[in-house]
């Protein structure tokens, strides 16, 4: 082995654990008691314990003055809730949407896709104030459907765009000598244009899940503490009467889970975009 690529491996060592770290760190404070975390010099020398994860189960946040009544399982599901039902609307309307402004031309197709996209740049606090009055008016304050429908000014572009993209890519002759036999433009859809293009469809409801995920001014303002995602609900945590770091982050460790979960699973069908570049015309 070459001095060269010793080097090598061991930079991009150092770079993993540079970045990394962070994250190893928080794991291993789920596990410490504050004693151990606020000990100085720090040390990865100690008795790990399941009472910050005990606590968080069992809905009671240890402070200075006793113990507080959260519920942090609730928001963990709030947010399964949300990002997932936001994520599958989003794919059911931006798909076929994405293969309309890729396949055909038309009026105005331009612009309208460049509005969807501006959706996702403009601020969130632009949209509240009227948001706001239109959910109190229509009765969707305070409800999952109110605010999986605010989730697609989120979803709904990135997926669009992203899943566009990868129909641009797909040679239109596969498509066209499949409707040679007979078959209509909704078959061809289904059964050709969407399995080659699942690996963007993949990694664009994957990017899309954790950007609702992160959300966090929609569900504070638009949303009660009943569907609050873990995003709100970790200000439970910051209270006057003392912070227990341990079950904070047992509490990151958690919330990290389901992302990580639902990147493992996609990282097989994100593999397949390779094959996407045997069938660019």
Not at 71 to 76: A, E, G, I, V
Not at 192 to 211: N, Q, Y
Not at 225 to 251: D, E, W
């Amino acid at each position: 082995m070459s001095f060269g690529r010793i080097l090598h491996g061991i930079l991009l060592t150092l770079v993993a654990l540079f970045f990394l770290f962070p994250l190893v760190w928080v794991a291993l404070m789920s596990f410490m008691t504050n004693a151990d975390i606020l000990r100085s010099p720090p040390s990865v020398i100690f008795s790990p314990t399941l009472e910050n994860y005990a606590a968080l189960i069992a809905g009671e946040l240890s402070t200075n003055v006793g113990a507080l009544k959260i519920d942090y399982m609730q928001n963990l599901l709030n947010s399964l809730i949300l990002s997932s039902c936001s994520v599958l609307l989003s794919l059911l309307l931006g798909v076929p949407a994405a293969y309309a402004f890729a396949r055909f031309k038309f009026r105005l197709g331009e612009n309208m896709a460049f509005t969807m996209l501006s959706f996702r740049f403009a601020p969130p606090l632009l949209v509240l104030l009227p948001l706001q009055l239109y959910f109190q008016d229509l009765g969707l304050s305070d409800t999952y459907i109110g605010l999986i429908w605010v989730y697609q000014l989120i979803t709904l572009p990135l997926i669009l765009w992203i899943v566009r993209g990868y129909f641009e890519d797909i040679s239109e002759d596969i498509e066209n000598a499949y409707r040679l036999d007979g078959h209509s433009w909704l078959r061809t859809f289904l059964k050709i244009a969407v399995p080659l293009a699942r690996p963007g469809i993949a990694a664009a409801a994957l990017l899309a899940f954790i950007f609702a995920w992160n959300n966090f001014i929609f569900a504070l303002i638009l949303g009660s503490s009943s569907i609050q995602p873990v995003t709100v609900g970790a200000l439970a945590f910051i209270t006057a009467s003392g912070i227990n770091y341990g079950q904070i982050a047992a509490a990151l460790v958690l919330s990290i889970l389901p992302t990580l979960a639902l990147a493992l699973y996609a990282q097989r069908y994100l593999v397949e975009g390779l094959s996407l570049g045997a069938v660019k015309g």
